[in-house]
């Protein structure tokens, strides 16, 4: 019965795991769409009075401290979870099954560790994104009380324009770039459950059939090194991007 209950136990801490696993995943989702469209929405607004942005860019703000929030606390909870099952791969009787509660485990705190990082990466982005917003904008406005103290377009006034305008287009191209970086993580996030799922079954073939395990290794090494060549492609051509952007 000790054994049944047990059992029972690990089974409510994974039931849980996964419930929060997949909370933070629509959370995160929408988190990063809530970045993705706080630049867009502010550009098509740059042209309307000052009333307006004030205000939708106050909600956005406020509804990206909310999640944030809730992000973290499901974060939290997950972290206490997984706490939790590494205690129990401690609990005496449970040795007959240890490997297989470890590799559950390390797959739990895995997911955990990459939703911590996707968290913090896209929190980052949004600070970075409405910093420059706010630079760009407090720019646009000491042109604007410039023009209208000065009454007339003189030199200075029109060099000032078109540094202004080389800054929005860099901006601009910054965005997409952000918005291209941000569709393809979505795109891998979502592969990435079907992947984990995979590599569980692969692992537990492999375990059983030596010659497999072999085999999977080779395919694991080559893996990382075709990672590690498209990271490089991917690092050059940002850099270049950024380079292109800001000359």
């Known amino acids: 019965m000790a054994g049944i209950g047990s059992s029972n136990y690990w089974e409510d801490l994974r039931k849980q ?3 929060l696993e997949n909370e933070l995943d629509l959370k995160l989702v929408s988190f990063s ?5 706080y630049s867009s929405s502010r550009d098509g607004r740059r042209d309307t009075s000052d009333t307006t942005p004030l205000l939708n860019n106050s909600t956005q703000d406020r509804m990206f401290d909310t999640m944030s929030v809730e992000i973290e606390q499901l974060l939290a909870k997950l972290t206490a979870v997984n706490d ?3 205690e129990y791969t401690n609990t005496p009787g449970t040795a007959s099954l240890n490997a297989a509660l470890m590799h559950t485990l390390q797959r739990h705190r895995d997911i955990l560790q990459d939703y911590t990082h996707e968290f913090h990466k896209t929190k980052g982005n949004f600070l970075a994104i409405r910093e420059r917003e706010d630079l760009l904008g ?3 406005k000491d042109i604007e009380t410039y023009k ?3 009454g007339v377009n003189n030199r200075r006034t029109e060099l000032f324009l078109k540094e202004h305008e080389h800054l929005r287009n860099s901006d601009r191209l910054m965005n997409d770039t952000i918005s291209i970086a941000m569709a393809t993580k979505e795109n891998m996030t979502s592969q990435r459950g079907m992947l984990k799922s995979i590599q569980s079954r692969v692992n537990t073939l492999a375990n059983r059939f030596p010659t497999i395990n072999n085999l999977i290794q080779r395919i694991n ?3 990382r090194r075709d990672s590690l060549i498209l990271g490089t492609v991917i690092g050059v051509c940002t850099i270049l991007l950024l380079l292109y952007a800001l000359h």
Not at 33 to 37: E, G, N, P, Q, V
């Open 148 to 150: 209208s103290g000065s």
């Open 33 to 37: 769409k809530l970045c993705t469209s």
């Open 221 to 223: 090494l080559r893996k």
């Open 138 to 140: 407090s720019v646009r």
């Open 84 to 86: 939790k099952m590494a």
């Open 17 to 19: 795991a996964r419930q």
